[in-house]
C-alpha cells in the first residue's frame, strides 16, 4: 500500500476524549510548554561549561547540536499529530514494536521527565548562591565540581514541594501561568545578549584573547564533541512538552506538529546569541590571567572563577559594572529554571498515566482527581523520584551528562516507530508528514546514538543501572498483577532492544568518551568501570562504530515490528474501529 496521506474525510475519528483528561490546551499553551522547557537553566550555565571545554568553537558545537535536535523534533512533530495522547513519547514504541519496547522506551521516557525538575531546582538554588544572604547554599571544592551545601538541599526540596501545588491546581491554570513565565523567559535572555553585545563585547575574545577559535589546538572536533552532553543537547531538550501534553490539546492534529517545530527553531536561535555574547562579553584581562578559556573551569580556586561557575552570567554583568541586570539575572535563576521544573513534573506525571494505560506499572497512576483533571498520585510520585536524584547529584553539572543520555534515548526510539508506524499504518491521517522521512530517520536515530556515546562511560553504567531498575519495577507490577490491563510482552523487539543496549555499552567502553564507571564498586568490579572509554576505538573508529551499530538496529527493528493487525489493537483507545450499523 502505497504511503499517502488519508484524506480527511476518509480518515477514522481521533477519539478526543478517550483519556479522560481536560483538553483545554490550545496552540500557545502547546508551544509555551515546550518553549518553557527549552530555555531553562541551559542558558544560565552551558556557556560557560561549551566555552571552558571549547572555546569560541563551541558555537559549532551549538550548530551541530541543533542540527540533532532539529531531526529528532520533525520526526516528533509527525508521530505527535498522528496520536495525540498523553504521554506520547513513552507510547509511540508501545504501538510500533509492542510492549517489550514500550516498557523499556517508556521508561526511558519517565526517568528524562523526573530527573529534569531536581536538575533545574539545583540550577536555581546554584545561582541564588551569589547572594550575600544565601552563600551557605552552594560549596566549591578544589578538586571537581562544587555541591549544594545541606541547607541548600533543603531549599532545593522545598522547591519540588511548591511544584506539586502548582500541577495540584490543574492544567488549564498552569497553562495559564506557564504563558507568563514563557514570555519572561524569553525576553531575559535576549535583552541580555543585546546588551552584552552594544556595551561589553570583545571580539579579540574570539581569536588571540582566550587561545584561539580553536583553544585546544590538538583533538579540536572532540573538545567540540563534548560540548553536547556536558550541556548543549541538554539545554536544546523539551520540544517533545507538547507531544507529551497530547492528551489535553484542543486540537491536537493541527497544533501539536506546530508547537514542537516552532519551539526548537526559537529555542536555538535564543542560545546560539546567548553563546555568542557570553564569548564576546567575558573580560579579556580575566581570560589572560587564567591562561584561556580552560583556566575558568569549576577546579579553579581563584575566587572571581569560583563565583562565575555558580552564576556565570550574573558574574560576567556584575564584572561589567550593570548592576541592574545582575540583579535581573539573579532573579531569571529562580523563574527560567522553576518553570522548567514545573513544566517536566506534570510530564512526568502525564507519562506515568500513559505507562499505567498501556498496562506496565500499576493502574494507580492512570487515576485522575476528577475537579481539576490532574492524575495527583502520579504528580506526587514524579516528586519523589524527583528528590531522589538530589542525593546522589547534589550540582547541575554531575546531573547534566545523566539526564542528557537518558533524553537522547527516550528519542531515539522515536525514529524508528516513525519507520515501522509508516509501513503498518500508511492510511491513518497525518496531519504533518515529515519530507523524506525514510531519509531522515536513520539518520536521526544515528545521531542520537552519537549523543549516547558523547555522554561517555560513567553516564552510561549509571543510565543502566536506572534501566534495570525499571525492569524490576515493571516485572514486580506484571508479577502481582497490579495492573489488569497489562499486555503479554511482544518478546519479538527484546533482541535488538537488548542488543543495541549491549552494543552501545560496549562501544562505550571501547570508545573515546571517558573515563570511569559509576561511582561504586569494588574489586575487579570496580577496576573494570574505572577502565571504560579508554579510546581504544579512538574518535574516528568510535562514531563508525556507533553508526554502523545504529544501521544495524534500525533494519533489524523493522523487520521484528508488529503486525497490523497487532497495531490496530494496540490503537484503538484513539482510532478506534468503525461502528457497524
Known amino acids: ?33 515546550s518553549e518553557t522547557s527549552i530555555i531553562g537553566s541551559g542558558w544560565l550555565f552551558t556557556a560557560l561549561g561549551a566555552a571552558v571545554i571549547a572555546g569560541p568553537s563551541a558555537i559549532i558545537g551549538w550548530v551541530l547540536g541543533s542540527i540533532i535536535i532539529i531531526s529528532l523534533a520533525l520526526v516528533h512533530a509527525e508521530l505527535g499529530g498522528l496520536f495525540p495522547v498523553s504521554g506520547g513519547t513513552s507510547r509511540f514504541p508501545h504501538y510500533a514494536f509492542g510492549s517489550f519496547a514500550g516498557a523499556t522506551f517508556g521508561w526511558a521516557s519517565y526517568l528524562q521527565a523526573a530527573s529534569v525538575a531536581p536538575i533545574e531546582v539545583l540550577a536555581c538554588v546554584q545561582y541564588l548562591s551569589t547572594a550575600h544572604w544565601a552563600r551557605n547554599f552552594y560549596k566549591a571544592h578544589t578538586v571537581g565540581p562544587g555541591t549544594l551545601s545541606g541547607v541548600g538541599i533543603l531549599v532545593a526540596v522545598g522547591l519540588m514541594v511548591f511544584f506539586v501545588v502548582l500541577n495540584l491546581v490543574g492544567i488549564r491554570f498552569l497553562a495559564r501561568i506557564n504563558g507568563y513565565i514563557t514570555g519572561w523567559k524569553i525576553a531575559i535572555p535576549l535583552i541580555t545578549v543585546l546588551v552584552l553585545l552594544i556595551t561589553h563585547f570583545h571580539p579579540s575574545n574570539f581569536g588571540h584573547a582566550g587561545g584561539g577559535f580553536f583553544p585546544t589546538h590538538t583533538g579540536a572536533l572532540r573538545a567540540i564533541l563534548l560540548t553536547m552532553p556536558a550541556g548543549i543537547i541538554f539545554s536544546l531538550l523539551g520540544f517533545e512538552q507538547a507531544v507529551q501534553l497530547g492528551g489535553e490539546s484542543s486540537n491536537p492534529g493541527r497544533d501539536l506538529p506546530r508547537a514542537v517545530i516552532a519551539s526548537i527553531l526559537i529555542g536555538a536561535a535564543v542560545y546560539l546569541l546567548v553563546q555568542i555574547a557570553f564569548i564576546g562579553a567575558m573580560k579579556p584581562s580575566l581570560l589572560a590571567s587564567q591562561h584561556g578559556w580552560t583556566g575558568l573551569g569549576p577546579t579553579n580556586t581563584n575566587p572571581t572563577v569560583v563565583k562565575l561557575n555558580a552564576g556565570p552570567f550574573f558574574t560576567v554583568a556584575s564584572i561589567a559594572g550593570l548592576s541592574w541586570l545582575a540583579t535581573i539575572l539573579r532573579i531569571d535563576a529562580v523563574v527560567s529554571p522553576a518553570g522548567t521544573g514545573l513544566i517536566y513534573q506534570t510530564a512526568s506525571s502525564r507519562l506515568s498515566f500513559g505507562l499505567a494505560r498501556n498496562g506496565y506499572i500499576p493502574s494507580i497512576f492512570e487515576s485522575i482527581n476528577q475537579r481539576t483533571k490532574v492524575p495527583v498520585f502520579g504528580v506526587i510520585v514524579a516528586t519523589i523520584i524527583g528528590l531522589l536524584f538530589l542525593l546522589p547529584f547534589p550540582a547541575w553539572s554531575e546531573l547534566v551528562n545523566v539526564v542528557t543520555l537518558v533524553s537522547v534515548v527516550m528519542y531515539a526510539a522515536a525514529p524508528l516507530a516513525l519507520s515501522a508506524l509508516r509501513r503498518q499504518k500508511p492510511e491513518l491521517p497525518r496531519s504533518y508528514r515529515l519530507p523524506a522521512g525514510e531519509i531522515f530517520a536513520p539518520v536521526a536515530f544515528i545521531f542520537a546514538t552519537w549523543v549516547i556515546i558523547f555522554s561517555g562511560w560513567q553516564s552510561y553504567t549509571t543510565f543502566m543501572v536506572a534501566m534495570i531498575l525499571g525492569y524490576l519495577i515493571i516485572w514486580l507490577s506484571y508479577l502481582f498483577h497490579l495492573n489488569p490491563k497489562a499486555p503479554p510482552m511482544d518478546w519479538q523487539s527484546a533482541p535488538w532492544i537488548l542488543s543495541f543496549f549491549v552494543g552501545m555499552g560496549l562501544i562505550s567502553y571501547f570508545g573515546d568518551f571517558g573515563p570511569g564507571g559509576i561511582i561504586g564498586g569494588v574489586g575487579i568490579f570496580k577496576h573494570v568501570l574505572d577502565q571504560g572509554g579508554n579510546d581504544d576505538l579512538t574518535l574516528g573508529g568510535t562514531l563508525a562504530a556507533s553508526a554502523v551499530l545504529a544501521l544495524g538496529i534500525y533494519w533489524w527493528a523493522l523487520a521484528t515490528r508488529l503486525p497490523e493487525h497487532k497495531v490496530d489493537e494496540y490503537v484503538r483507545d484513539v482510532y478506534p474501529p468503525p461502528s457497524v450499523e
Open 1 to 33: 500500500m502505497a504511503n499517502v496521506v488519508t484524506p480527511p474525510s476518509e480518515a477514522p475519528a481521533v477519539v478526543l476524549d478517550a483519556e479522560g483528561l481536560d483538553r483545554g490546551v490550545g496552540f500557545l499553551g502547546l508551544l509555551w510548554a
